[in-house]
């Protein structure tokens, strides 16, 4: 078992805002390991994209991190921004979710990519054009060459992202976040990225982290599983077991919402009330509990710990599904 | 108010920190914002009180009409703060109603623009077209001159004048109001609560002046607050040029060009209107800032 | 047999390209020739991707803009060519459920304002009667009118925000509503919320719906039939379960191999084997078929000639020349009958 490539060990996040402390992220532990895919699952708030943009010190001036983020050993909390910048593009890199909005609308998608090159390498002019065209094959961008001269606003939204994911392994990177990569890309473009990705990663042993709202998509294509509700996690496991035993309410919640092609139409969808919590006032107590089908005195009083009690499987949850108390049926999948 | 950076997943729209009603926020937060705006609100404020107000309540001689005896009296003499000038106008009576007039032209251009310059605007945006093109061509010319060569040479034809100068900067003010409302106006437009108040049977007057004015109102009167500034400067120029107010009235602008030929001698003429002239135009300026950053904010 | 409350004929729409100095690019073929019905109190899927003009369709059925061509009916009554308060007339039974709820919803106004909107427009009743149906139309979307009328939409979240927006939409007593991605921009949970009520009012008001989404698994749920759009032409239309147990057009295939299902254990297609490309440009659209150029499956014949709507099973149809899970090929037939 070779020492994890990324580790997170009590991870917060808080942000100052107008006058009082809002915690994003509240107390965050995981392992990325090289060719494995970890799926970081929430909704908004549930603090997912602050953690990973934690991992890459690209928070604002208004947040404070605790807690330790340790690459390859190598402590990332606190390090001078010199040292993370060497790190940041080369070793650990990021794809974001709208591709309009990230790449530069008047520069040349060519000269985007040699640049990311030019950061991490020292590289000739040519030496630089020819890697780029490399990539661009690689994440299998049709006509390469003629596409390199060719501006952001020329390509399709798919194409783009193929271009941000082309940048984004300029430097040969160990660990690529890609976060709701493809929630902005239609269907089938989505598919044929996370193909991509998944193809790439078994050809560079990269590591990954896919930050989604999409259960679907984490089951289809991540290794292990961490679903996360206000900026905490509350269910870890490797995918096959996640699914196969969902304990807790909120995930099981998260997969009774998603509309199964199997299902007939009109079928009601398992809905549970409620909105997604206000961070700024969190009262003690587990913060699924106000919506909770399962809820008890206990969980509004004392939140649980996540814990891991069964093997390889962690939840935080009094009344998990499909043990003791609960009536809950097995998850049908 | 949406959390810090959660919620920018653009597909999804919850937002983590649902904003409270009016009344629960946190009271240090709404210090600090208010912060922003109560300063420079209190400012102009209490600039318009002593231009207007204080002279009609408090012990203010008249600007004009004072005896020569007392010419050039200096400042902190008993009955003049700052002294008189040379016809024994008492100085910070001048700089008062100097204010007064400055501020005056200022609103009234500031007025019109935004009511004539903000109509023609938001109707242009609003209905497209040739008609948007007719109005929107006429502004550009009068845009295309520098506002000041523009307003020099009206006022050269019409004669110095409180309401000539008003005039003249109105020259400036409608076209560079009426770019903005119709720029507004066009994004506005595009939002599909428009789309949505036409298709619930609104009809178009309604939808631009229930929906459309209400939504482009902030912009415009942000846009008003730092323009005073600007045409208050321009009010001075005119004065300078000896095309605004005319004397022996007083006009900040005027009390500058009076103070000119002294300048070395006594320079207290030149810089009392030019510091409240100052004050007066930061002011605004931090004022109209801080509404600006409040709507963006938003 | 119910009456229809929507029949679309050959709806054109198309946008003209300014290039810089104002003459014409190039024209964008949004919608091409598409055709369909809605009955009473029937809700139709309406499923395409980026480039598809399925909401270019959406605003083009309630006229706004209103279609470069083709005929539009709403409860018998012919939208097209109408203009200004006559048009407002005939279009009141239709509402539409826009996408981003804020977006649809003016930032000054209050709540209970926003919901009374079409009755003022029409003169509904008193003012005090109007605010008591709003009041109702509130809580008829689960929103109390007590403690959510005096609020401003950036009071609200997502989820309650497009609940204003279909209490709105439900004030003139509609037949039909169409729903542009009306839910794809809510959180999962809530997104659930929002189509159960959707579901709810369907049967208790008996609402024909047109549901416009891009994921299928969703569209496939709300609907009694599904019609698939690809670059501005209807490639198949048929009952929901039909479409997704034997799809007949390589785009729907395609479509249903894309979405992850949330079953680790399911057996993976790789999407690779049933789409290829980039979606080519509505501006110059491929010839004959359109979707030839991504298809697995095109031939000569894609290219020359253009695939009718033909009627390969009961009530479901396809625009293909060679369909997928087809029996041998129905007779022609342009016509698609109800």
Known sequence: MTAPLLELDDLRVDFRQSGHVVRAVDGLSYQADKARTLALIGESGSGKTVSARAIMALLPETARVTGSIRYEGTELVGLSERRMRALRGNQIAMVFQDPARSLNPTLRIGAQITEAIHIHRQVSKAEAHDRAVELMELVRLPAARERFRQYPHQLSGGMRQRVMIAIALAGDPRLLIADEATTALDVTTQAQIMELLRDLQERLGMALIMISHDLGLAASYADEVLVMYAGRAVERAATQTLFGHVRMPYTRALLGAIPRLENAPHTTLAAVPGQPPDLATQPPGCPFAPRCPEVTDKCRETAPPLAEQEPGHLWACWHPCGLEDSAAEEVAV | ?298 | MNELVLEVTDLVQEFILRDRGGGKAGVVHAVSGVSLELASGESLGLVGETGSGKSTLARAILQAPPPRSGSVRLRGVELVGLRGRRLIQARRHAQMVFQDPFGSLDPTWTVTRLVQEPLVAFRVGSAAERRRRAHELLELVGLDPVRYGNRRPRQLSGGQAQRVAIARALALDPSLIICDEAVSSLDVLIRAQVLNLLERLRTELHLAYLFIAHDLALVKQVSDRVAVMYLGKLVELGPAEALYRRPLHPYTVALLASIPSPDPEAPREPVTGTIRGEPPSPIDPPSGCRFRTRCPRAQDLCASQEPPMRQLADGHFAACHFPVNADAPAPEATAMSH
């Open chain 2, 1 to 298: 108010m949406a959390a810090p950076t959660e919620g920018l997943v653009p597909g999804v729209l919850e937002p983590a920190v649902v904003a409270p009603p009016p009344g629960e926020e946190g009271r240090l937060g709404r210090l600090r914002v208010l912060g922003g705006i109560w300063l420079p609100a209190l400012l102009v404020a209490a600039i318009f009180f002593l231009c207007f107000v204080w002279p009609i309540i408090g012990p203010v001689p008249s600007p004009t009409g004072g005896s020569i005896l007392n010419s050039n009296d200096p400042s902190f003499t008993p009955g003049h703060l700052f002294g008189t000038d040379a016809t024994g106008n008492d100085e910070w009576s001048r700089l008062l109603y100097g204010g007064r007039a400055s501020l005056e032209v200022a609103l009234a251009v500031t007025a019109v623009g935004l009511i004539v310059g903000g109509t023609l605007g938001a109707f242009a945006g609003y209905v497209g077209g040739w008609r948007d093109g007719v109005i929107m061509r006429a502004l550009d010319v009068l845009i295309a001159f520098p506002a000041l060569v523009l307003a020099v040479a009206i006022a050269e034809r019409l004669g110095p004048g409180e309401l000539h100068a008003i005039w003249a900067l109105s020259f400036f003010s409608v076209p560079a109001f009426g770019r903005l409302a119709r720029a507004a106006t066009l994004r506005v437009r595009e939002q599909n609560f428009i789309a949505a108040a036409r298709l619930s049977g609104t009809g178009h007057v309604r939808t631009l002046l229930r929906h459309v004015v209400p939504n482009i109102l902030p912009e415009l009167i942000t846009f008003a607050l730092l323009g005073m500034g600007i045409i208050i400067v321009l009010e001075g120029a005119l004065s300078f040029l000896g095309l605004g107010i005319p004397p022996p009235a007083p006009s900040w602008g005027n009390m500058i060009a009076q103070g000119e030929g002294i300048l070395s001698a006594q320079p207290k003429f030149v810089l009392l209107p030019s510091a409240a002239l100052f004050i007066t135009v930061v002011s605004f300026n931090l004022l109209g800032e801080s509404m600006r950053a409040r709507w963006t904010a938003r």
